[in-house]
């Protein structure tokens, strides 16, 4: 059984960063694209961003100036930079992996920006 497990979460100021990581739990199970969602309480996730296979990334506007992405194959994991926080962006992120029709969901990580 495959897992995504995320890190990097937490407390933050407005203005600040935080890097997080999505790891799958196995070598051998492809990362091909990988998409990023926020979820805040009593409402839907929402996707914002997106990394394929060729490295090719995708951002809605609101994050698309201050958000990242970037991948490590020889690692299995994919990077989401989180810059010039807002307390708007605060919310439960997940990562998201479809696999031969399979769909993998990360746990789930906390951001709060606040001061």
């Known amino acids: 059984q495959v897992q995504l497990m995320e890190s990097g979460g937490g407390l933050v100021q407005p203005g600040g960063s935080l890097r997080l990581s999505c790891a799958a739990s196995?070598?051998?199970?492809?990362?091909?694209?990988m998409e990023w969602y926020r979820q805040v309480p009593g409402r839907q996730r929402d996707m914002f961003g997106r990394i394929d296979a060729d490295g090719s990334t995708y951002f809605a506007v609101s994050v698309v100036d201050r958000f990242t992405l970037s991948r490590d194959s020889a690692k299995n994991t994919v990077y989401l930079q989180l810059r010039h926080l807002r307390p708007e962006d605060t919310g439960v992120y997940y990562c998201?992996?479809?696999?031969?029709?399979?769909?993998?969901w990360g746990q789930g990580i906390q951001v709060t920006v606040s001061s």
């Open positions: 196995r070598s051998d199970f492809s990362i091909n694209a």
């Open positions: 998201k992996v479809v696999n031969q029709g399979h769909t993998y």
